[in-house]
């Protein structure tokens, strides 16, 4: 309760949640954006279709301790989606996602200006091929503290 417009305090019973906070940007930013993430979630059964399926996630990196950025696969019974979550207070302009596709599309960046962020969004993305021409990675801008979702 309350994290949908980014109350600053725990939520208490005791009282309503501060629906005033809508009235400054950043809380409406971040309204926007559990909006949008809730429109996305719906739409998007790669997310929540095999949640009590192991075969319904696949990690692509967990073990990025340094950068403190974890991807990995969210897969539907038709779809699949990657998602990349970067935890720190840094920005990683050309960060390698070691995931093979011909084409990666992102469907969701929490940097989005719309969200309070400053607008670093993955548009054409660059795929890495190995010298048989077959995609083994692609590139992407990561600013900090965001989440990114793909499509393949």
Known sequence: MGAEI????EWS??????WHLLNDEAHKG?????????????KTPALWERDFDPAGFVWIDCEDAERAVLSYRRKGFAS?????HNFSAHHYPRYVVQYGAESVDEIFNSDACEYGGSGRLNGQT???????GSPIAFVIDLPPLTTCIFTL
């Open 13 to 18: 019973e005791k009282g309503e949640v501060p």
């Open 80 to 84: 699949e989606v990657i998602c990349v």
């Open 30 to 42: 971040v309204a926007q954006m559990f909006a949008a993430l809730n429109h996305l979630y719906g």
């Open 6 to 9: 980014g109350q600053p305090e």
């Open 126 to 132: 660059e795929i890495i091929r190995n010298h048989e």
